[in-house]
């Protein structure tokens, strides 16, 4: 899959991560591992900066994870404008995976708590755009 | 250390829309920046240009400053390090004095926002975050600092109320500020009940886009001497950089890029927080000058909230911060802020602040932060 399809609105067209991409529309959230250090990252990255080496495995992020930090959005910036609000938030998974994404508007703004267990779930956008949000 | 000295400094109005082109912008601070020195066009080497790109549209403007300012055919380049770009400037002019490539910098900083809509100025800081796995989230500068409010007030208490008390500081010293976009003392009450932009941060939390320019001229200690009898020296020097993501950093309450930046400054001047007569601090938002209270060390991680309830970052106590007004007051020009901010503090240590002048200031500190925390300056001037 095209890198640009991820998110609402994109910027990055290719990389060699875009698989990340192409795993949420098979509904699976997935990021990689380095195969030497067995260090695992988010944002995904094809190379690690410790071993110096692209030697990298895809691992699922295993959940629940708990919420660090969260903002609810009700001035967006353009391209965003008929999606407000909507929260941002920064989870901690497995590993010490952290992982910044939307709060499922699912649920009740002022249920949203630091320290709440959330999951990761790929979502499909209209025009057959992929990302994924967090909800318990 | 006194080797390196600023001998010069100017900014211009800041205002919401200044309705002329960024040379003439430009020219205004160099003006006062020249303004009572022994020290004429031709004697300065070497300028730098520092804004961030994108808010107009002409590209590399380095030239056209040299061209309008009348530095050519002396070399000039841009430095950019978003809203910390002056100050990086600084730091470059810094090393080519100390390295005795040059002997007198000029270092400018500007920006004009009012040429775009405040949308799509909102498009382009949304793309300060990491364009592959950020921005097709939806995040913008106060999202980011927003998450930082929300998880300090869940692990230390911090209240919108807290929050809001900054703003009332720093509009009571906008007021007395000329040059401030905003020179209206607001009350507690008319800061919390502005409009939510992101949770918590309301209206009133965050600076305002604004057009402003900024002028520094830094000479070495030989120059310095001729120039004026009144040299500010550089005393300390530190930058820290964060990762880009968020997500990836170590923490959600405070900022390992300043807390770098503070112990190479701190380390080379040979001097601690302590020993800071007045500071001006990086308050794009209310949270970013209690995260800078901690991570500068003027108070322990949790305890920053106290300083502003006591009236401590007041003149007159502990340690006055932002007296001219702040970013909140001034309005943000990106690439001017950090020359204003120094400007600030040399006038400061002058004795030549007027009404929010802290007596017998002899050492003052800069701390300007660029995006989510993830460049951050801190400079130690001293007489």
């Known amino acids: 899959m095209d890198f640009a399809n991820f998110g609402r609105v994109s910027f990055t067209r290719q990389g060699k991560v875009a698989q990340f991409a192409d795993y949420l529309s098979e509904d699976k959230f997935m990021t990689t591992k380095c195969e030497s250090c067995g260090r695992s990252f988010f944002p995904p990255r094809q190379d690690c900066p410790y071993c110096i080496s692209s030697d990298i495995e895809w691992v699922k992020v295993k959940g629940p994870g708990k919420l660090l930090a969260f903002t609810t959005v009700y001035y967006g910036p353009s391209g965003f404008e008929n999606d407000t609000p909507y929260t941002l938030g920064i989870a901690e998974f497995e590993n010490g995976i952290k992982v910044l994404g939307r709060v499922s508007k699912n649920i009740d703004i002022k249920d949203i708590k630091i320290g709440m267990e959330l999951k990761l779930i790929p979502v499909k956008l209209d025009n057959e755009r992929v990302s994924y949000e967090m909800k318990p | ?383």
């Open chain 2, 1 to 383: 250390m006194k080797d390196v000295a600023i001998v010069g400094v100017g900014q211009s109005v800041f205002s919401r829309n200044c309705g002329m082109s960024i040379r003439e912008l430009c020219f205004e601070p160099y003006k006062e920046a020249l303004e009572g020195i022994d020290l004429s066009p031709k004697d300065i080497d070497a300028s730098i240009i520092c804004s961030a790109p994108e808010y107009d549209k002409q590209r590399s403007p380095a030239a056209l400053m040299s061209e309008y300012l009348g530095l050519t055919p002396k070399p000039t380049f841009y430095v950019e390090s978003i809203c910390s770009s002056s100050s990086s400037g600084i730091r470059v002019a810094w090393s080519m004095i100390k390295s005795g490539l040059h002997n007198v910098i000029g270092v400018i900083g500007f920006q004009k926002m009012s040429e775009l809509a405040s949308r799509e100025v909102a498009e382009v800081m949304g793309r300060g975050d990491d364009t592959m796995f950020g921005s097709p989230l939806g995040t913008s500068m106060p999202a980011g600092y927003a998450m930082y409010a929300q998880a300090h007030s869940a692990k230390y208490g911090t209240t919108e109320e807290d929050l809001a008390r900054i703003r009332v500081k720093n509009s009571f010293y906008g007021a007395m500020n000329p040059k401030a976009t905003y020179r209206k003392s607001l009350s507690l009450e008319e800061i919390l009940s502005s409009e939510i932009i992101c949770s918590p941060l309301k209206k009133f939390d965050c600076c305002a886009n604004a057009d402003g320019s900024s002028c520094i001229i830094v000479a070495n200690s030989d120059k310095a001497k001729k120039i004026t009898d009144k040299p500010i020296w550089i005393m300390g020097l530190g930058m820290g950089t964060a990762e880009l993501n968020w997500c990836v950093r170590s923490s959600t309450t405070s900022l390992d890029s300043v807390k770098e930046a503070a112990r190479q400054a701190y380390e080379m001047a040979s001097l601690g927080p302590e020993d800071i007569d007045v500071a001006e601090v990086h308050d794009c938002f209310t949270i970013s000058e209690i995260l800078a209270y901690e991570d500068l060390g003027f108070a322990k991680p949790g305890e920053g909230v106290k300083l502003i309830k006591d009236k401590e970052t007041y003149v007159g106590g502990r340690i006055p911060v932002n007296i001219d007004g702040g970013l909140l007051s001034k309005g943000h020009p990106i690439g001017a802020t950090g020359g204003s901010q120094v400007r600030t503090i040399v006038k400061q240590l002058r004795g030549e602040a007027g009404e929010a002048q802290v007596e017998d200031a002899k050492v003052g500190l800069v701390h300007n932060v660029g995006g989510v925390g993830t460049y951050a300056n801190v400079t130690i001037l001293g007489r």
